[in-house]
């Protein structure tokens, strides 16, 4: 990373005023959780232990600001506080814009709207306290059942890598570091990293043409820091052990300095995903696998538990000789210069500390760049007899079904929408389904729309519908009386169709944010145009840019 000559002398002098156990602080990066580090605990342990950073799941705008305050006044460094941001700041913040799954970004296909999506991430959780996003994910989709699947842009790595560097350039434009994720690139595998080592099964030349052409691309336009996973690659990495079994590439150095440093140049900082996953940990106890993924090469440590014990194990391999000086202090120097490059060092208002910087939230601009990515992405995946838009009569009954097993969402706004445009809408969720068909055959409704929202889902282990819920549709209740006008909507994933291959006609939403839910409600009514083009193929199914389009 270039910084000028002052900002070189800040992070020089900055190292060399550190003790062997203040460079170890700098490399940790603590979950503010409890079984991690309880809030009451983080600020007095930041302060003593000078930790590198912090990640924080979020809260109120309040709670985020007083807490960016009082760590940041408690260390002799500043301190990273990091998130996982990629959906804006609603999904972390009280109040905050939510913006869709990054699959919106490739249906919409714009540049210039993931520049500003860039800018959206940075500017709303800069006012919280963040100054870290992990985000944008390079990786491809490159399966139906890969896990993160409506987390990834799509399936082309041109298109992949040109949104996400437009999106790491307007995140870093405001001074917020942008995280490319999850190095050496996921998507290839339907097994979950949380749980055991996932594989990224691509040759060596195949991985350079796609997965490694994202990083490359995010590289060369100046990203400030890559996420290394807990999944492997065994083309890229000789010794990589068992093969039903594989090293992850989070202690695997052939990966991180043949690979990432040398073969892709990449110089700033290279943090682990999180270091408790199940594609790691199942390879080395606690203190074993820290001092592996620094020797490996890795700057900095995510998701550290027990942070005294594991500075004085990692002193301790200082000490003996099992760490060098030199590769905890190419790390620090490394941690600093981004720091650098962000400013942080700089005397000044930040916009946490700002007491005018909330109004933000109050109207935001960032909700603009939400609405035209919801606008411009929403696809219509099927429409064989042209019912889209519904055209339905003024007063229509509109039965809204919606199908999920999370009970902390709903389509309030999908149907809110639907009633202020003079429908009678009644609302049904997880209906049974015997007395759905009973009820649209008796003729209660003019008009069904079926709706599924099975979003990404850690520990389940599968994108796939799932669980007893879905069974609300065994009956066929949409053919139950004809001359009832029906349509389905996923409120996350394209994938759905091959699942229920009889849909027809069937939107999907990428997103179930509120702007996605009213945004989709006048597409059906014809009160907006359908543009959105599907960024991933399905073979039988469709194609990467099939979309059908409508005008109002």
């Known amino acids: 990373m270039d910084l000028e000559a002052a900002d070189r002398q800040w992070v020089e002098k900055t190292l060399s005023s550190l003790s062997p156990r ?54 002799k460094v500043p301190i990273f506080i990091t998130g996982d941001l990629d959906k804006g700041g609603g999904d972390r913040i009280e109040g905050g814009t939510l913006f869709q799954s990054q699959m919106a970004l490739g249906a919409a296909d714009d ?19 963040y100054n870290w996003t992990f985000s944008p994910i390079v990786d491809l989709c490159g399966t139906r059942d890969y896990l993160r699947h ?13 949104l996400a560097c437009a999106q790491i350039r307007g995140i870093q434009s405001l001074g917020m570091a942008a995280c490319a994720k999850h190095f050496p690139g996921d998507g290839f595998d339907d097994r979950d990293q949380h749980l055991t080592t996932a594989v990224n099964p691509l040759s060596k030349q195949q991985w350079h043409e796609l997965s490694g052409y994202t990083f490359k691309k995010a590289i060369e336009a100046g990203v400030w820091s890559i996420m290394n996973s807990c999944l492997a690659c065994p083309a890229l990495d000789p010794g990589h052990g068992d093969p039903r079994f594989p090293r992850p590439s989070v202690i695997s150095r052939p990966l991180i300095e043949d690979v990432l440093r040398r073969e892709l140049g990449f110089e700033g900082v290279i943090i682990t995903d999180a270091i408790n996953m199940g594609g790691v940990s199942m390879h080395a106890p606690w203190m074993e696998r820290c001092v592996l993924a620094l020797d490996a090469g890795n700057d900095m440590l ?16 200082l000490e003996a000789g099992r760490l060098t000086a030199e590769r905890i202090d190419q790390s620090v120097r490394r941690v600093l210069t981004m720091k650098a490059k962000m400013g942080l060092h700089r005397p000044g208002l930040k916009p946490f500390a700002d007491p005018e910087a909330p109004k933000i939230f109050v109207d935001s601009p960032c909700r603009p760049t939400a609405r035209r990515l919801a606008e411009k992405s929403i696809t219509l995946l099927t429409d064989s007899r042209g019912w889209i838009p519904l055209l339905l009569e003024p007063g229509a009954r509109v039965a809204s079904i919606f199908i999920s097993n999370r009970d902390d969402f709903g389509i309030d706004i999908f149907e809110k929408t639907l009633t202020e445009a003079g429908h009678r809408v009644t609302s049904l969720r997880n209906p049974w389904p015997e007395e759905m068909y009973d009820r649209v055959e008796a003729g209660e409704f003019d008009a069904v729309l079926t709706g599924f929202y099975y979003p990404i889902q850690w520990g389940w282990a599968t994108p796939r519908l799932h669980g007893p819920q879905i069974r609300s549709l065994m009956s066929g209740f949409h053919l139950a009386r004809p001359g009832v006008k029906y349509a389905f909507i996923s409120w996350c994933s394209p994938y759905h169709l091959y699942e229920l291959a009889f849909m027809d006609p069937f939107l999907v939403t990428y997103g179930e944010t509120p702007i996605a839910q009213e945004t989709t409600a006048r597409m059906l009514l014809g009160q907006l145009p359908i543009t959105g083009r599907v960024p991933v193929s399905l073979e039988g199914f469709f194609k990467r840019g099939d979309g059908i389009k409508r005008s109002t």
């Open 22 to 75: 203040e460079r170890i602080g700098q490399l940790l990066v603590p979950l503010l959780q409890d079984g991690f580090v309880s809030p009451a605990d983080i600020v007095q342990m930041a302060g003593q232990y000078c930790l590198g950073g912090v990640h924080y799941f979020g809260g109120s705008l309040e709670e985020s600001r007083a807490l960016a305050r009082e760590l940041q006044a408690a260390v």
């Open 302 to 317: 995510l998701f550290v538990r027990n942070v005294p014990g594991t500075v004085d194990c990692l002193e301790q391999c």
């Open 150 to 162: 409506v987390a990834s842009i799509g399936e082309d790595p041109e298109q992949v890598a040109r």
């Open 111 to 129: 540049e210039a709207l993931a520049y500003d999506l860039g800018r959206a991430i940075a500017m709303e959780n800069l006012v919280a306290g």
